[in-house]
């Protein structure tokens, strides 16, 4: 299984991004995508997660409102539509992969990307 994510970068508050995530070497409809975050200093946070039909999902509070979570399973992609970005936004974004329901504990993830750095300027 290989997860690649992209769309990261520099932006200034208020701005947005769209990441992206591509997934190979697994089935689409039998996982759940989630995006997770990780700033310097701290542990993996989660974001949000979608289940493989698109039609559950769990949203973070602290992106509430502002980050959506979408996915296209005929690419095997997952999207994370991030608007309002914060400074606190600040943080290197990855891409996951389970099989196990909707979780929000990273330790429940079988698959991740790399990461992708987002940085939010004030």
């Known amino acids: 299984v290989h997860l690649v994510e992209s769309g990261g970068g520099l932006v200034q508050a208020g701005g947005s991004l769209r990441l992206s995530c591509a997934a190979s070497?697994?089935?689409?409809?039998?996982?759940?995508m989630g995006w997770f975050r990780q700033a310097p200093g701290k542990e993996r946070e989660f974001v949000a997660v979608?289940?493989?039909?698109?039609?559950?999902?769990r949203i973070a509070d602290s992106v509430k409102g502002r980050f959506t979570i979408s996915r296209d399973n005929a690419k095997n992609s997952v999207f994370l539509q991030m608007n309002s970005l914060k400074p606190e936004d600040t943080a290197v974004y990855y891409c996951?992969?389970?099989?196990?329901?909707?979780?929000?504990?990273?330790?429940?993830?079988?698959?991740w990307g790399q990461g992708t750095q987002v940085t939010v300027s004030s």
């Open positions: 996951a992969a389970t099989p196990n329901g909707l979780p929000t504990t990273p330790r429940l993830y079988d698959n």
């Open positions: 070497g697994l089935t689409a409809r039998t996982y759940s």
């Open positions: 979608l289940s493989w039909s698109g039609n559950s999902a």
